[in-house]
């Protein structure tokens, strides 16, 4: 038995709320010591900061932060607590641009600590079913279909509309970490058009169409304004039948029939985020997986903007 | 002495007559023993193909392509190429998206042939010795200034206002390839702006503020509007002096002297890549850094987009 490693969690937001801390007390791996964030917010007594600059002038000791500010300030914090020698885990996207996190990976490496990229939506109970399942087969399409509620599901999130919070790309590159997860060739942008409101600078809807070296055509659908029944479903049929991965990854279904094994490892998404964190702490390594933030850079690098009507929350 | 390679000239558009074939008529390495256009050109009675399929089935024997068509079609082109046990040669940008980059750097390794993305910014007189210089000070500040005219240097270039045809960041790449290479901290994208016509699809103009891992700003100004003087400049200011890099990376000037050693090992841009593409080739290695190509997509995925008057060739 090993100690628990010290965390602190940076950025006490909805996500930190609703998955990190009920993870983070479910797990074995972490102990909890300490919050950080600009209101001041403490967790059950625990020792709490405005910032990690106090945090390591407090001298309490810490291994490891959980970094869920918003992707745009995320950069220098990360820097600063690498520099700590901290283990650092990124919320997704692990930040607002592709070059900021090779060079946090790059830093990770020479001060010896472990740099962690996480897919949270890699980790639901389908999707290495769906990954194994679809290695053995010949991939002939795919449709990747994300809508949502921005108004249920990002209440009051302004930093999402700013450039760099990637508008319904925040979603969707949950189920572009699944695709890039799941599919077995890789896959590139032909062609993207995104919507745009008149008054913000992210996109509100867009549709992509990929194509895999194959020839294969992966067509994505995102909306952010789906009122009523929401959908988080990707499908691919195959020369052998037809998979599909709903509800966000957690529910697989093989030519109409549920497909999903119980299989005792599983954790559930941040439980298992947790977990992963743990593992290479230990084992003195890091996880940098930068394709699905590669394929929303790519979207934008060769999508057309649509400007469409203002969104009002 | 070892044999030529042979090569086929591959989209015999502009570039591929203003560099391409003097440089290959001027160096050693290569034997050009064919062309691939459309139009069905023919340079100085060589055999020449609509397409790499019609080259492939001629059963004319090719070692190695150079591919100068679009970016937008360049892929698919390369993946067939590399498939034909081909070493290939990608003008820049190397692709229209970053994945298909990568995956084509995979294929070619999986083949055992050289890949080469081409920058030829960086085999400019004055970017080595400006990375050799920048190397040993502190770099304070830097200023990217790339102004021209679109109608001037890319006359009739639909492509270059299509996604993927990145507007003024087709020439804007060439700076980043150049910064990419001397500066000798990594930088990302904290802001963009990206004017873009009504009427097309891809920005006109830009601003761009980098930081660097140290805090120093790098500022970069795009613009295809220029007339008059025309500027390609990076000036960048250190604790010992301010360097200028100017005439698109042809000119070093140290603190207002000119500082160009006159070095025999210099070939000028495009002959210095085929020698650079000669050597990779020999030696069985690729060569692919997709640092300028990257930047350019986290310019876009974190730039606001600005609609301005439509532009009219």
């Given at each position: 038995?090993?100690?628990?490693?010290?965390?602190?969690?940076?950025?006490?937001?909805?996500?930190?709320?609703?998955?990190?801390?009920?993870?983070?007390?479910?797990?074995?791996?972490?102990?909890?010591?300490?919050?950080?964030?600009?209101?001041?917010?403490?967790?059950?007594?625990?020792?709490?900061?405005?910032?990690?600059?106090?945090?390591?002038?407090?001298?309490?000791?810490?291994?490891?932060?959980?970094l869920c500010t918003p992707p745009q300030v995320r950069r220098a914090i990360a820097q600063?607590?690498?520099?700590?020698?901290?283990?650092?885990?990124?919320?997704?996207?692990?930040?607002?641009?592709?070059?900021?996190v090779i060079a946090l990976r790059d830093a990770a490496a020479a001060k010896g600590v472990?740099?962690?990229?996480?897919?949270?939506?890699?980790?639901?109970?389908?999707?290495?079913?769906?990954?194994?399942?679809?290695?053995?087969?010949?991939?002939?399409?795919?449709?990747?279909?994300?809508?949502?509620?921005?108004?249920?599901?990002?209440?009051?999130?302004?930093?999402?509309?700013?450039?760099?919070?990637?508008?319904?790309?925040?979603?969707?590159?949950?189920?572009?970490?699944?695709?890039t997860r799941i599919l077995p060739r890789p896959f590139f942008v032909e062609t993207a058009?995104?919507?745009?409101?008149?008054?913000?600078?992210?996109?509100?809807?867009?549709?992509?169409?990929?194509?895999?070296?194959?020839?294969?055509?992966?067509?994505?659908?995102?909306?952010?304004?789906?009122?009523?029944?929401?959908?988080?479903?990707?499908?691919?049929?195959?020369?052998?039948?037809?998979?599909?991965?709903?509800?966000?990854?957690?529910?697989?279904?093989?030519?109409?029939?549920?497909?999903?094994?119980?299989?005792?490892?599983?954790?559930?998404?941040?439980?298992?985020?947790?977990?992963?964190?743990?593992?290479?702490?230990?084992?003195?390594?890091?996880?940098?997986?930068?394709?699905?933030?590669?394929?929303?850079?790519?979207?934008?690098?060769?999508?057309?903007?649509?400007?469409?009507?203002?969104?009002?929350?």
């Amino acid at each position: 038995m090993t100690a628990p490693i010290r965390l602190a969690l940076v950025g006490m937001g909805k996500i930190a709320h609703d998955q990190h801390l009920p993870a983070i007390a479910a797990g074995q791996s972490f102990d909890l010591v300490a919050t950080v964030s600009r209101s001041g917010e403490s967790v059950g007594g625990l020792p709490f900061f405005r910032d990690v600059y106090e945090l390591a002038a407090s001298g309490l000791e810490v291994d490891a932060v959980s970094l869920c500010t918003p992707p745009q300030v995320r950069r220098a914090i990360a820097q600063y607590c690498i520099g700590q020698g901290w283990h650092v885990f990124l919320e997704k996207p692990p930040g607002a641009t592709l070059a900021e996190v090779i060079a946090l990976r790059d830093a990770a490496a020479a001060k010896g600590v472990s740099l962690f990229a996480s897919w949270h939506s890699r980790y639901a109970d389908g999707v290495e079913p769906a990954r194994a399942w679809l290695a053995e087969r010949e991939v002939k399409r795919a449709k990747i279909t994300w809508r949502e509620d921005v108004r249920v599901w990002h209440p009051g999130q302004d930093w999402i509309w700013e450039p760099g919070g990637f508008g319904v790309f925040d979603p969707g590159i949950n189920a572009l970490s699944i695709a890039t997860r799941i599919l077995p060739r890789p896959f590139f942008v032909e062609t993207a058009e995104l919507d745009v409101p008149s008054n913000r600078a992210a996109p509100i809807a867009a549709r992509v169409s990929f194509r895999d070296t194959a020839g294969a055509e992966i067509a994505m659908d995102l909306d952010f304004r789906q009122e009523g029944p929401q959908h988080w479903d990707i499908e691919v049929e195959t020369d052998d039948g037809t998979l599909l991965l709903s509800k966000g990854g957690s529910v697989l279904t093989i030519d109409g029939k549920e497909a999903l094994a119980h299989d005792a490892d599983l954790h559930g998404e941040y439980p298992g985020l947790y977990h992963r964190f743990g593992a290479i702490v230990r084992a003195g390594v890091s996880d940098v997986d930068v394709s699905p933030l590669r394929a929303v850079a790519d979207v934008f690098l060769r999508g057309r903007h649509i400007s469409v009507e203002p969104f009002v929350e």
